[in-house]
């Protein structure tokens, strides 16, 4: 089993920054790819962004291109979401995920392993 833990949600301003972690623990060497979801209310949850487990590949979602980047200490084994630039339209729940299945998995049903998530809410 692989353990996730998501944390440095909260509430923004439009146009500020928040960086989300997410620890991993467990069955780590099982891992290929770490991934960032969102939900927002009454919407699907939907790809953020994606790292493979020793550090690249990364790809973004067009909606975040630019503004948001993944990153991964390995030391740590914790990933990172910056998020530059925000608007009212990233307020949602954000999850960190992981698979075991390769890269350029950008579907929630390619991932094993779910956090509790962290809400971030932005303000116009």
């Known amino acids: 089993q692989v353990q996730l833990a998501e944390s440095g949600g909260g509430l923004v301003q439009a146009g500020g920054s928040l960086r989300l972690s997410c620890a991993v623990s467990?069955?780590?060497?099982?891992?290929?790819?770490m991934g960032w979801f969102r939900q927002a209310p009454g919407k699907e949850r939907e790809f953020v962004s994606y790292?493979?487990?020793?550090?690249?590949?990364?790809y973004y979602a067009d909606s975040v291109e630019g503004r948001f980047t993944i990153s991964k200490d390995n030391a740590k084994n914790t990933v990172y979401l910056q998020m530059n630039s925000l608007k009212p339209e990233d307020t949602a729940e954000y999850y960190c995920?992981?698979?075991?299945?390769?890269?350029?998995?950008?579907?929630?049903?390619?991932?094993?392993?779910w956090g509790q998530g962290t809400r971030v809410t932005v303000s116009s």
């Open positions: 995920a992981a698979t075991n299945r390769g890269y350029g998995v950008i579907l929630p049903g390619g991932y094993d392993y």
């Open positions: 467990g069955r780590t060497f099982s891992v290929t790819a």
């Open positions: 790292i493979g487990w020793k550090g690249g590949p990364t």
